[in-house]
């Protein structure tokens, strides 16, 4: 069965940092997602990409968020300087349009 | 401003009971809602999805129900198992394309051999 990957499974950096998480979305969906979940908190949405651009973000996603798809697989967010509040787990999601989303093992981004 | 709710926040059962969590939600003009389950530091796995003009879906053991009037969901898991301990979350979008999906803060299960 098709499923979404994402790599690293864990991730260490320093604050200020850049980081980028990558994902690999099912091949034949369409609408990618961001989402990040600190520990112990609900899951929130980040943003959402379709037809190579930012269909909606939410208010987390401020100017040091940022979203590509490089090529025809992967999708990737960067963190450009990172804050000790960016710690949490990312989950990349895709979806084919009027199904179910699938969800990525998420990366556990720790920033110290 | 969707806001979503779930209770009980945690729940210990016997194995072999069957139980419902519940789901809640303020603004009733969503499109889907989804059911996944989370292990303890883990991914989200989907167990069920109800479109709107749905009002339930069963996957084996599992049954959940929509009521967007009252603005309600519930899981129905019926003969638990140890197994299905894990961290049961709802969550819905307003659109067809998973727009600003929002989520529930859980229910985590226990199910007690």
């Known amino acids: 069965e098709p499923e979404v990957t994402q790599t690293p499974s864990h991730q260490v950096t320093q604050m200020g940092q850049e980081v980028i998480l990558r994902c690999v979305p099912i091949?034949?969906?369409?609408?990618f997602y961001w989402y990040r979940q600190i520990l112990g908190q609900k899951v929130e949405f980040l943003v959402s990409f379709y037809n190579n651009e930012i269909s909606e973000k939410s208010e987390i996603f401020d100017d040091q968020f940022s979203v590509e798809r490089p090529d025809g697989s992967n999708f990737t967010l960067k963190i450009r300087s990172t804050k000790l509040e960016d710690s949490a787990m990312y989950f990349c999601a895709s979806l084919k349009g009027g199904y179910e989303q699938y969800f990525g093992p998420g990366t556990r981004l720790t920033v110290t | 401003k969707q806001e979503v709710t779930q209770i009980p926040a945690a729940l210990s059962v016997p194995e072999g009971e069957n139980l419902v969590l519940n789901c809640s939600f303020t603004d009733s003009a969503i499109y889907n809602l989804q059911w996944f389950r989370q292990d303890p530091g883990k991914g989200l796995t989907s167990l069920l999805l109800i479109q709107s003009s749905q009002r339930e879906q069963t996957s084996g053991r599992l049954n959940a129900s929509l009521d967007k009037s009252s603005g309600r969901s519930t899981l129905y898991i019926a003969a638990s198992q140890p197994g299905d301990s894990a961290t049961y979350l709802c969550?819905?979008?307003?659109?067809?394309?998973?727009?600003?999906?929002?989520f529930g803060p859980g229910t985590r299960l226990s199910v007690l051999p």
């Open positions: 969550a819905l979008d307003r659109d067809n394309y998973g727009q600003n999906f929002v």
């Open positions: 091949s034949n969906h369409l609408y």
